[in-house]
């Protein structure tokens, strides 16, 4: 299986708060992720920490076999490489819903305007938002703006899709029009890595489950294993909590 | 009644403008000495910025009858450098008198009372001829020909009251006397037996005012400041005394000589063509310069002044405005633009370690003493310094009017930068986030994503800048920059009218506050853009219950 993120050893701390600790972690082509674990123990901090918007205190993140840790490594050309979909949507409010998925295409992958509108109005049908490239984010529901925010990171085409509790959110009747977004995402072969609260997506759509606790994996397998035979205490009192 | 209404409206407006603006413009005696001394660091060596074969003269071309503006160049008037009015007056006469006898060129430089001693020292006037009395104090810092005029002290009372039959200044026992602060006038008061000396007041216009409005019985002037008066408002009239009768005074207070950079060749050759003109020309040059000096109106009413006001002195007006609006305009934009610089700079995240931290502290720490500094020093001192320094201590002539915009920039930039990197800061980290996660570094991020926003947000206080500015640019009349309120202290400087002058200045003034504001609402509108969008209907509309949601 051709990796396409590889962690080795990762640790992070905020002061002397340790939040990471040693994380050894894939992920591999075509493959859908999914995080889970009780609140405070580290799977935002893992997931920022994946693209960088926290520094990693220690370890290595090997894409394309390179560790781009090392400090001569670019930065924002790699994440481009890392879509990202955030649990508060973070739309450019300044941008209308199509500028949100062009200006990234054009300022950082120096797409043309006209390609890059194709190519954002590909991945606003996707989503189900062509109707509303006019709209400025103030003007949609929650449900709404985070089918955008998934077609601003999809108009990228990177390699990986991170998600950030993506439904978390959202008002409940939002939430199915978000996940049946996703679980299309998933069946169409994108690598898919989510922390998410929603164990029956997890369990449904992805190919392989992380519990993380107290900042290190405890566990992960597929969601069979995860979720019908966990092998840890800890997992299997979590999921007690949840389910 | 409703006239008299208008009479109090207008003496409130008056007082304001006396107290807030004029006050701090024309102290006429012993300040200008005081500001130039300090500024002095290393003497010009008297050379004027201007070619060698013209004679460049320092006047306000504002004190009837040595000096005065006017629109054409009527009794001998000489056209006012860089300006499309003229100069007319006694001093003018005598300025002419001087540049022949030189063979020179004259040029006449309208320069505000408190900006001649440092405009001649730092080498942008050859002369300053504009009644100034040779004082002490001056004569510290610069050098004066021979006597050019001597005048006598005289009181300037109301028509038709008991003082104005005074021959004596006994006859003056238990009036209310003032004199303008800082001169000799107001320590000769208490020569007068039982006088109630009154509080000395900044400037004519004041004790004009004053006289006026009946808060005191007389003030004491030389005398084609009374005649002036008295010929421009027929209110006032003017008491002479006898030898013996009046007041006791020094010759150097009364006399009126050429201000000259020290040790200059110049007064050797001025104190010999001063010689040449006698005291029967003296006297008819001052003479007909009472006579010519611009108009009294008679008994017209504040209303008829208005309207006369804005008739003749219309394109004054309007070019002073005009002058307003360019500095605080450009200004307001150049500004804005240093303080979108300064404002992103100081927002870059800190690097962790390194020479970039390093380095990124000290230009932090320069821009904090900049932002202190012009927000900790108010406009019209950095204005002096600004202006005047760069022509001591560098020997920069700055252009007036670049000089102006470049003062009202740094200003600007300096209150912006703060009003900007508390809009930076204000935005949502989400969006400096999501930024990031598309691949963007801190200026893309900034010019696509943060600034658009923080520009939106803080449209309001540029706008709230933008009006300061116009109201503010008022101070830079001690540059002699031809804004507004300067071209209004020369147009009241000669009609004596100062509640209609003003009063015209102020509608201007607001005039153009009001609509910069209705603009920039309107601008405000526009990028906000429409509050509905239009849902893309050219494909079958679908079941899904959203597609109506986003119009509410
Ligand atoms: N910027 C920060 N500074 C200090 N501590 C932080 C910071 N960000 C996160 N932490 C701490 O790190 C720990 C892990 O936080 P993180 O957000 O990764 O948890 P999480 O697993 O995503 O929880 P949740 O399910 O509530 O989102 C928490 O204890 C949190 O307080
Ligand atoms: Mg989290």
Same mark, same amino acid.
């Given at each position: 299986?051709?990796?396409?993120?590889?962690?080795?050893?990762?640790?992070?701390?905020?002061?002397?708060?340790?939040?990471?600790?040693?994380?050894?972690?894939?992920?591999?082509?075509?493959?859908?992720?999914?995080?889970?674990?009780?609140?405070?123990?580290?799977?935002?901090?893992?997931?920022?920490?994946? $693209?960088? &918007?926290?520094?990693?205190?220690? *370890?290595?993140?090997?894409?394309? +076999?390179?560790?781009?840790? @090392?400090? #001569?490594?670019?930065?924002?050309?790699?994440?481009?490489?890392?879509?990202?979909?955030?649990?508060?949507?973070?739309?450019?409010?300044?941008? $209308?819903? &199509?500028?949100?998925?062009?200006? *990234?295409?054009?300022?950082?992958? +120096?797409?043309?305007?006209? @390609?890059? #509108?194709?190519?954002?109005?590909?991945?606003?049908?996707?989503?189900?938002?062509?109707?509303?490239?006019?709209?400025?984010?103030?003007?949609?529901?929650?449900?709404?703006?985070?089918?955008?925010?998934?077609?601003?990171?999809?108009?990228?085409?990177?390699?990986?899709?991170?998600?950030?509790?993506?439904?978390?959110?959202?008002?409940?009747?939002?939430?199915?029009?978000?996940?049946?977004?996703?679980?299309?995402?998933?069946?169409?072969?994108?690598?898919?890595?989510?922390?998410?609260?929603?164990?029956?997506?997890?369990?449904?759509?992805?190919?392989?489950?992380?519990?993380?606790?107290?900042?290190?994996?405890?566990?992960?397998?597929?969601?069979?294993?995860?979720?019908?035979?966990?092998?840890?205490?800890?997992?299997?009192?979590?999921?007690?909590?949840?389910? | 009644?409703?006239?008299?209404?208008?009479?109090?409206?207008?003496?409130?407006?008056?007082?304001?403008?006396?107290?807030?603006?004029?006050?701090?413009?024309?102290?006429?005696?012993?300040?200008?000495?005081?500001?130039?001394?300090?500024?002095?660091?290393?003497?010009?060596?008297?050379?004027?910025?201007?070619?060698?074969?013209?004679?460049?003269?320092?006047?306000?071309?504002?004190?009837?009858?040595?000096?005065?503006?006017?629109?054409?160049?009527?009794?001998?008037?000489?056209?006012?450098?860089?300006?499309?009015?003229?100069?007319?007056?006694?001093?003018?006469?005598?300025?002419?008198?001087?540049?022949?006898?030189?063979?020179?060129?004259?040029?006449?430089?309208?320069?505000?009372?408190?900006?001649?001693?440092?405009?001649?020292?730092?080498?942008?006037?050859?002369?300053?001829?504009?009644?100034?009395?040779?004082?002490?104090?001056?004569?510290?810092?610069?050098?004066?020909?021979?006597?050019?005029?001597?005048?006598?002290?005289?009181?300037?009372?109301?028509?038709?009251?008991?003082?104005?039959?005074?021959?004596?200044?006994?006859?003056?026992?238990?009036?209310?006397?003032?004199?303008?602060?800082?001169?000799?006038?107001?320590?000769?008061?208490?020569?007068?037996?039982?006088?109630?000396?009154?509080?000395?007041?900044?400037?004519?216009?004041?004790?004009?005012?004053?006289?006026?409005?009946?808060?005191?019985?007389?003030?004491?002037?030389?005398?084609?400041?009374?005649?002036?008066?008295?010929?421009?408002?027929?209110?006032?009239?003017?008491?002479?005394?006898?030898?013996?009768?009046?007041?006791?005074?020094?010759?150097?207070?009364?006399?009126?000589?050429?201000?000259?950079?020290?040790?200059?060749?110049?007064?050797?050759?001025?104190?010999?063509?001063?010689?040449?003109?006698?005291?029967?020309?003296?006297?008819?040059?001052?003479?007909?310069?009472?006579?010519?000096?611009?108009?009294?109106?008679?008994?017209?009413?504040?209303?008829?002044?208005?309207?006369?006001?804005?008739?003749?002195?219309?394109?004054?007006?309007?070019?002073?405005?005009?002058?307003?609006?360019?500095?605080?305009?450009?200004?307001?934009?150049?500004?804005?633009?240093?303080?979108?610089?300064?404002?992103?700079?100081?927002?870059?995240?800190?690097?962790?370690?390194?020479?970039?931290?390093?380095?990124?502290?000290?230009?932090?720490?320069?821009?904090?003493?900049?932002?202190?500094?012009?927000?900790?020093?108010?406009?019209?001192?950095?204005?002096?310094?600004?202006?005047?320094?760069?022509?001591?201590?560098?020997?920069?002539?700055?252009?007036?009017?670049?000089?102006?915009?470049?003062?009202?920039?740094?200003?600007?930039?300096?209150?912006?930068?703060?009003?900007?990197?508390?809009?930076?800061?204000?935005?949502?980290?989400?969006?400096?986030?999501?930024?990031?996660?598309?691949?963007?570094?801190?200026?893309?991020?900034?010019?696509?994503?943060?600034?658009?926003?923080?520009?939106?947000?803080?449209?309001?206080?540029?706008?709230?800048?933008?009006?300061?500015?116009?109201?503010?640019?008022?101070?830079?009349?001690?540059?002699?920059?031809?804004?507004?309120?300067?071209?209004?202290?020369?147009?009241?400087?000669?009609?004596?009218?100062?509640?209609?002058?003003?009063?015209?200045?102020?509608?201007?003034?607001?005039?153009?506050?009001?609509?910069?504001?209705?603009?920039?609402?309107?601008?405000?509108?526009?990028?906000?853009?429409?509050?509905?969008?239009?849902?893309?209907?050219?494909?079958?509309?679908?079941?899904?219950?959203?597609?109506?949601?986003?119009?509410?």
């Amino acid at each position: 299986m051709e990796k396409v993120i590889e962690i080795q050893h990762l640790s992070k701390s905020f002061g002397t708060h340790e939040v990471l600790k040693d994380i050894d972690f894939t992920v591999n082509k075509g493959e859908v992720v999914c995080i889970i674990g009780s609140s405070g123990s580290g799977k935002s901090t893992l997931l920022r920490c994946i $693209n960088l &918007l926290e520094r990693p205190s220690g *370890g290595m993140i090997i894409y394309n +076999g390179e560790n781009i840790l @090392d400090e #001569k490594h670019d930065i924002h050309q790699y994440r481009t490489k890392l879509g990202m979909v955030f649990q508060q949507f973070n739309l450019f409010n300044n941008h $209308n819903v &199509l500028n949100n998925c062009i200006v *990234g295409q054009v300022k950082v992958l +120096g797409r043309s305007k006209e @390609d890059a #509108k194709k190519v954002a109005m590909k991945y606003l049908k996707n989503v189900g938002m062509e109707k509303y490239v006019n709209a400025k984010p103030s003007q949609l529901s929650g449900g709404q703006k985070q089918r955008v925010a998934i077609a601003r990171a999809l108009s990228m085409e990177p390699d990986v899709l991170l998600f950030d509790e993506p439904t978390s959110a959202l008002d409940p009747e939002m939430v199915g029009e978000v996940l049946k977004v996703m679980k299309d995402l998933a069946h169409t072969g994108l690598t898919m890595l989510v922390v998410t609260h929603e164990m029956a997506f997890a369990k449904e759509v992805s190919d392989r489950v992380v519990f993380m606790d107290k900042g290190v994996i405890a566990e992960e397998g597929t969601p069979e294993l995860i979720f019908n035979n966990p092998t840890q205490d800890r997992t299997r009192e979590f999921l007690k909590r949840t389910l | 009644m409703k006239r008299k209404l208008w009479m109090k409206i207008f003496t409130i407006l008056m007082a304001m403008s006396l107290l807030l603006g004029l006050g701090a413009g024309s102290a006429r005696y012993a300040q200008a000495a005081e500001v130039s001394s300090d500024i002095v660091v290393e003497s010009a060596d008297g050379s004027a910025s201007g070619s060698e074969d013209e004679f460049r003269v320092g006047m306000e071309a504002g004190y009837p009858p040595f000096n005065w503006t006017q629109t054409d160049d009527s009794n001998g008037a000489v056209r006012i450098d860089g300006n499309k009015e003229y100069a007319g007056g006694y001093d003018v006469q005598i300025a002419k008198k001087v540049a022949e006898g030189l063979g020179k060129k004259l040029v006449i430089v309208k320069t505000e009372w408190d900006g001649l001693v440092p405009a001649l020292v730092s080498g942008k006037i050859d002369a300053i001829i504009a009644g100034m009395s040779p004082t002490a104090e001056r004569k510290e810092t610069i050098d004066f020909s021979d006597i050019y005029y001597k005048s006598d002290l005289i009181i300037v009372v109301k028509k038709g009251e008991a003082y104005e039959d005074a021959t004596s200044i006994a006859d003056f026992k238990g009036a209310k006397i003032t004199a303008q602060l800082n001169t000799f006038h107001y320590g000769v008061i208490d020569q007068i037996e039982g006088v109630i000396r009154q509080t000395a007041m900044d400037n004519f216009t004041a004790m004009r005012v004053a006289l006026e409005a009946g808060m005191i019985d007389g003030y004491v002037s030389e005398k084609p400041e009374g005649v002036s008066a008295s010929m421009a408002n027929s209110n006032f009239a003017m008491v002479e005394f006898d030898k013996g009768k009046g007041f006791a005074t020094a010759e150097e207070d009364t006399a009126i000589s050429v201000g000259i950079a020290k040790d200059s060749e110049l007064t050797g050759q001025i104190n010999e063509i001063l010689s040449g003109i006698s005291e029967e020309e003296r006297t008819e040059l001052m003479d007909e310069a009472i006579l010519e000096q611009p108009a009294s109106g008679g008994n017209k009413t504040s209303f008829q002044w208005f309207i006369d006001i804005m008739k003749e002195n219309g394109p004054m007006f309007l070019r002073g405005a005009g002058m307003t609006l360019l500095i605080s305009l450009t200004g307001t934009i150049l500004g804005f633009l240093i303080g979108l610089l300064v404002g992103v700079i100081k927002t870059i995240p800190m690097p962790l370690k390194g020479a970039g931290r390093t380095a990124q502290k000290i230009i932090n720490g320069l821009l904090s003493v900049y932002v202190e500094f012009f927000r900790g020093t108010p406009m019209i001192v950095q204005a002096m310094v600004i202006y005047y320094g760069s022509a001591l201590a560098f020997d920069i002539h700055m252009n007036r009017l670049a000089a102006a915009i470049f003062i009202v920039s740094i200003n600007t930039g300096a209150y912006m930068s703060e009003i900007i990197r508390g809009g930076i800061v204000s935005i949502d980290k989400g969006q400096f986030e999501a930024a990031q996660a598309v691949g963007m570094n801190h200026v893309q991020t900034m010019t696509n994503v943060v600034l658009p926003q923080v520009i939106r947000n803080i449209l309001p206080a540029t706008g709230n800048e933008f009006v300061i500015n116009i109201k503010d640019t008022s101070v830079l009349n001690v540059i002699a920059v031809t804004e507004l309120f300067f071209q209004t202290k020369s147009v009241a400087g000669n009609n004596f009218r100062y509640f209609e002058s003003f009063f015209v200045a102020c509608i201007l003034y607001f005039i153009m506050t009001f609509t910069v504001t209705r603009i920039l609402r309107h601008i405000e509108k526009r990028l906000d853009g429409p509050a509905n969008y239009n849902m893309i209907t050219n494909q079958a509309p679908d079941e899904d219950t959203d597609s109506t949601a986003g119009q509410a």
